[in-house]
């Protein structure tokens, strides 16, 4: 089955700085990626997403690349404000086959 | 207001005990799942079930049941709840597999 891994496990970044978290996956058959964001004592929560026949997307400060060939996909935060601080989780899957998460990113945006 | 609930919110239970988790969705998803949380493991799936009927088993699906006799609902079961099954549950569910996941606001439950 798919093994996503996601790397760091925590970052700090200070405001307006940069974010960048990286996640590999196993099956090459996984054509879909999302990206969730989850703040401390909510549920996760979609914010951005792109699936196999696409290399790159955009919205806003936050985009997303994939390398098929590599099988690696990766989140990039731009101009970090203090509510980016969450907890950042990849995920791939597809067909019928449920998605399976990374183990998540702690983001810290220091004021 | 269309979404998914889940209940109870929290819950302390004795080792040893059944325990029933709710989930309901009024957004004629197919496709539900059950996530558990827990500190540095991210979200591994429990089971899941790609459309009424019909389930599945994910990573963790050991002490845990599930049925969909409908479309909405989508409950989890603790047959006899141990320590270990501590953690925070997430109900989720999608148009279809595959597509974006909406997620309930979870259940804390505690086994002691």
């Known amino acids: 089955g798919e093994n996503v891994e996601q790397h760091p496990s925590t970052l700090s970044v200070q405001e307006g700085d940069s974010a960048v978290i990286k996640c590999t996956y196993s099956?090459?058959?996984?054509?879909?990626f999302p990206w969730y964001k989850q703040e401390l004592g909510k549920r996760p929560q979609l914010i951005i997403d792109i699936r196999s026949n696409v290399g790159e997307k955009k919205d806003q400060r936050i985009a997303v690349t994939l390398n098929k060939t590599a099988k690696h996909f990766s989140l990039h935060i731009t101009e970090t404000q203090p509510e980016d601080s969450a907890v950042y989780f990849c995920s791939g899957g597809s067909g019928n086959t449920p998605l399976v998460f990374g183990k998540g990113t702690r983001l810290s945006v220091i004021a | 207001i269309a979404g998914i609930t889940q209940a109870p919110t929290s819950q302390i239970l004795a080792a040893g005990r059944r325990m029933t988790l709710r989930c309901t969705q009024d957004m004629r998803h197919n496709a539900m799942y059950w996530y558990r949380q827990d500190l540095g493991l991210g979200l591994r799936l429990i089971h899941y079930s790609n459309t009424a009927g019909t389930t599945g088993k994910g990573e963790v699906p050991d002490g845990y049941s599930v049925s969909r006799a409908n479309t909405d609902d989508f409950p989890l079961t603790l047959a006899s709840a141990v320590p270990s099954q501590t953690s925070v549950y997430f109900c989720?569910?999608?148009?279809?597999?595959?597509?974006?996941?909406?997620f309930g606001q979870g259940t804390r439950l505690t086994v002691v």
């Open positions: 989720a569910s999608s148009e279809v597999p595959n597509t974006e996941a909406f």
């Open positions: 099956d090459s058959a996984s054509n879909y």
